[in-house]
DNA sequence: CATGAATGAGATTTCATTCAT
DNA sequence: TATGAATGAAATCTCATTCAT
């Protein structure tokens, strides 16, 4: 009835290495990598078992499937954020220089994931299918936004930000500025015809973020302000 | 009784089109969506046959393959945003006015043409492979860049804008503030339980994305100016 | 992103039949032949394709995907054999010579299409779950109960068989005699160290079975009945 | 305050049972139950595993392989099914009591060990190739057709059956009136828009039965059977 | 005895592309 | 131009079985 009762495969081996927390982190690792460069649809089993050295099978054994190993992925990645922005302590110090070390955190730590950009943007192609789906990210809450909230009312109380400012608003500011020069990069190069992954260039970008937000943040100047107000064109 | 009513020439069109241009156009139209939704490997050629409702066999006629369809694709979405932005005529107008209209068509022409945030995307995704290889796409320099830096300029000398501002970050900056918004606003709206796409919010941010982008503009006022500046943490 | 993007397959070709209704009637018949011999789980997609000299790609074109050409072949099956019960023309008949008719046809098709008793178990380890499904299949109503109806009443009221038959019952056991006998003959000429596939011994059950179901069907003879009933143990 | 209240000696069994016997048995036990709703090629090893709370290893420690398993559940159950038959002592009773309780001991024993028809179906699907390699089942003979010739001669000797009635026949027949009812009940209530499975329906199938195997032992009433015969169509 | 990680073979299914008409 | 059938390659996934501990 079945062809396969009667078959005696498995022979040689090449000494698994026997290490089931290894194997499964060696595994993500691949995975990481491998749906960082090729998307969702583009990444391959084959290859990521390759990157891993692993059997093909054990993806199975312990992630399921392809979109088993996905979510698994990005959860690794959320958390590995989420943790980095636990690690910043900004709550007792000085509004502007928080804010700052905020700014700066951000746009180093998408310098340096490249990973978490790349899911990101994927994730997003699939309308946050999985995101909405893993009670476990959904869980991970950011604590910037809490973060933010208070710093915004310490600087305004203080008199170095202006009142009124929307935490998410900044919050996705902040983000915007390095996420789309870092993503798009290599269509921005193009198109400029300059390297924008130069050492030099990623420092100004840098350094043009800190400005961009800072000068947002700050409290209009009374006269000043006024006349440069009056410059804005009228909001409709 | 008007024999006119009845003679109507409704020609049915059985089975083939027999409209080369309107086939090459309907093939067209489908692969954008489709690109556009599942991104180059998520892509079907049998969908976009379907969504065409055209011969799979047509595709491989009028594009080659795969890659050939997606290069028309790219092609074709450039040269609607470069044509879009040519339309922009801020030359003879006065620089705020201009530069507002600037970025509010940027952020327009974004929430109107998902389809040319979701192929950049993919694009820098294939690190902007097909980009670089289209001469078409290439020679379709961006008008922008130099509208801006005319605008800086007589904006400057008006005493409306900061002196030396590099347009490619100012750029840079406009886009980015509502691409990422835009373009991530699924895994945003899940992760803050609050729906970035609804219509006020989508005008909520437009109106931040100007503010953002004129504070960055507005020339700093002498002793505000100062103070502000004394309150931004040094650079490193 | 996509390793199927640049790749150009497709080399040599052994002339397909370019048939679409014989490749699909080809594909359906060696799909028989394999759940028939092998059932649903043990059946394999590529011996299908190789009995059917067909490329293992057409079945998923024609049919779905293995329970798509399942579900097919079992529609395909009870289509046979409604058909074939349509055919028997037993209405004007006299009720005995019709019923004897019936039952042998009905001994006769399960000898000469094993492949209706081998999907007809197959589907009963399922639990009928995909005859459920299949509204095909329940549309199909064997005409069987209709005529056996009709038959008994004929036949009662001529006093050739008893009233108060219940037809159900009895195409049950019409179909239970020979059904048993043949799907287990295996085991049933192991066991009894007799080949019960032999011709002679089919044509002995096949009496035996007219045999049974006469002799439930006749009127019990008034004096006769009485002590036979009497040798009947009381039923509870 | 009775010691013996506390002191129950539920030792816990953290992982393994160390109790062989036991493990063999319950691996046994999950193995009958997942054979029988899967079929043999339908089965799987891990679901065994899990069903038996065992380790996989231990399937191929005390049975080999799958196969093994396979033929020790058909061993188990075809030795169940004898030892039942030999606990039916009908030799010294009235015969067509006698004949009655067999009837009915085939009935019930059918509707409270689904797994033997399961099995049955299994194994003659594989054209039995495992019972006749099984010497311990080919060993393990039925009781029955002894009981089943000397129930008919005494029968015949007493004038309650008829004279002539082949053994065999008779058991396949009983055998056959219960067995397609029983395995066929899903797709034959399915077809008849009725439940073959209630408890009633079940009941008045067992009588049918009782009634056809009688009607049949039956010696034919003189003049009675004379014209039931001649309703009779010819024999070929 | 017992465990669970690991494996190779093979099964199903998908996909871009080409052929015959 | 247009069609739909056909194809080979490769992708995902499954399964019985064995190894190391």
Redesign the interface.
Known sequence: ??????K?PARRRPSGPRDPERTRAVILKAAIAEFTS?????A?IDHIAKRANANKRMIYYYFGNKEGLYIAVLEETYTAIRTAEIGLNLTGRDP??AM?ELVEFTWRYFIDHPEFL?L??T??????RY??NSRRI?EL??PL?GMITQLLERGARAG?FRAGI?P??LY??I???G???L??????????G?DLSAREALA??G??I???V???L????????K??LA???G?S
């Open positions: 009835m079945d062809a396969r009762v009667s005696s090729k998307g969702l649809s583009g391959r502007a220089d700052r790349s990101l943007a994730e997003n192609f699939n309308r946050a995101l909405k959904r809450h950011s936004i170095v929307d998410v608003q996705v500011t983000a915007s500025l996420f789309f020069y993503s798009n990069r290599h269509t921005l190069s193009t198109i400029f300059r100004e970008r350094q043009h800190v400005e961009v800072f000068d947002y700050a409290p209009r100047a009374k006269t000043a302000a006349s440069s410059a804005l064109p909001r």
